[in-house]
């Protein structure tokens, strides 16, 4: 009974807390502490726009001085209440830290039912975003996220929506990674075109919303000399594709080339992409060259910003994924609790960056002994919208039968998606 006095007193105070804040005319937002860091959640409404309402969840990673940019990740249409996978998704998260970013999962509400309310920047999306970066930067500490560099991903709508913000904000973009997007009319600005850009799509039977759009747009940014790529996964379709595999790496050459050369001193400016480092991709035959000695037409051939990016690029349209071929890093934290013939092992992991996390093996003095979860994986993604699920992830702990006058060693190890073993960490009890 006491208990749910406590909680109801807790709901009362923080209902007055939220009336109060509103009072004061400051944001209304949510904080909650995952283990990688911290996830605030913000919804900004305005009768200038002409959607209903936009929601942005927001991962920052713990223990960094400062970011060096935001990673954006667009839902398409109908996809409403599913943007907020992305900051819980532990893939995710590890790039965030690996490159102090901070990562946004958008959930942008139509006012009419339909994603034309709110896929076009000018819809007032574009300024909500900008307002919730702001607030959340002045919330949380890290005012730097008001202006910092973005890193956008759009799927079909979100897609038209990543296209329009690069029209409206080239110079804010580090780089775009379309998924099915959908055609953007007019024009780009000439500031557009140094922004990296690919696109992915399929093929006219399973993309046929946007098949003709993502050639439209690629021509139309190459034709000026855009550094502008594009996937044909023709295996695939609109929504089914593995493009995390895909997107990651081209982020990653990006970043390498656009931040600046000693990022944890905190970001200052973008730099310029390396022209000297680009590579060319015939999008017939899949033929790899330096930039400067594509024998063909240049602006009719995928712009990719370096060799690593080119090779993975050839792989992905002709396989449709990106083998993983790198260990997942080693948990860490190993922790056991010795209970009456058992013993409660804990332990912590960051995620693999380029396939996050599949399992945990569980090892007795080097033998096999248990897979943590036993069956499924400890988060997946889905190939429609590319959400991390489930994002309620349960605590890494496993409880073993403890042998009789054996103490043993307790060895962890993360296996990631694509059958990869991390180092076994031990602990001996």
Not at 93 to 121: E, M, S, T
Not at 186 to 211: F, M, N, Q, S, T
Not at 214 to 220: G, L
């Amino acid at each position: 009974m006491n208990k749910i006095k406590g909680m109801i007193l807790m709901c009362g105070l923080l209902l007055l807390l939220m009336v109060w804040a509103q009072g004061q005319g400051l944001p209304l937002h949510q904080v909650r502490q995952v283990p990688n860091g911290k996830i605030y959640i913000i919804t900004q409404t305005d009768p200038r726009y002409t959607f209903d309402s936009a929601r942005y969840t927001i991962f920052i990673p713990d223990s960094m001085s400062s970011l060096n940019g935001v990673f954006i990740h667009q839902h398409g249409c109908t996809m409403e209440g599913t943007g907020a996978a992305t900051a819980y998704d532990l893939q995710y998260q590890a790039f965030a830290k690996k490159w102090h970013l901070a990562i946004v999962g958008p959930d942008l509400y139509a006012a009419k039912g339909n994603c034309r309310n709110w896929r076009d920047a000018s819809s007032g999306s574009g300024t909500a975003l900008i307002k919730a970066l702001t607030e959340i930067g002045a919330l949380s500490g890290h005012r730097e996220l008001a202006n910092l560099p973005w890193l956008l991903w759009g799927h079909s709508g979100g897609g038209y929506w990543a296209l329009s913000m690069l029209k409206q904000y080239p110079e804010r973009i580090m780089a775009l990674f379309g998924y099915s997007p959908s055609a953007q009319p007019g024009a780009y600005p000439p500031a557009a075109l140094k922004v990296p850009v690919l696109l992915r799509h399929a093929g006219p039977e399973g993309d046929a919303c946007c098949w003709q759009a993502s050639i439209d747009e690629f021509h139309k940014l190459r034709s000026g000399g855009g550094y502008t790529g594009i996937a044909y996964t023709p295996h695939q379709t609109h929504n089914y594709s593995y493009v995390r595999y895909m997107a990651i790496p081209f982020y990653e050459a990006v970043l390498q080339q656009r931040l600046p050369q000693k990022p944890a001193a905190g970001y200052t400016a973008m730099r310029p992409v390396n022209p000297a480092k680009a590579w060319l991709a015939d999008t017939v035959h899949y033929n790899l060259y330096l930039a400067v000695a594509f024998p063909g037409s240049k602006l009719n051939a995928a712009w990719l910003p370096d060799s690593v990016t080119a090779v993975k690029w050839r792989e992905y349209v002709i396989t449709g994924t990106v083998t993983d071929r790198t260990p997942p890093p080693a948990p860490y934290g190993l922790q056991v609790i010795k209970r009456q013939n058992a013993a409660v092992l804990t332990w912590k992991a960051d995620a693999d960056v380029e396939s996050g996390i599949s399992h945990f093996n569980i090892y007795r003095n080097n033998i096999l002994v248990s897979r943590w979860p036993s069956a499924g994986t400890y988060q997946q993604f889905d190939t429609n919208g590319d959400n991390g699920y489930p994002l309620e992830l349960p605590r890494m702990e496993i409880t073993l039968t403890d042998p009789v006058n054996d103490p043993g060693k307790i060895a962890v190890s993360t296996v990631n998606h694509f059958g990869l073993e991390s180092e076994r960490v031990s602990i001996s009890r």
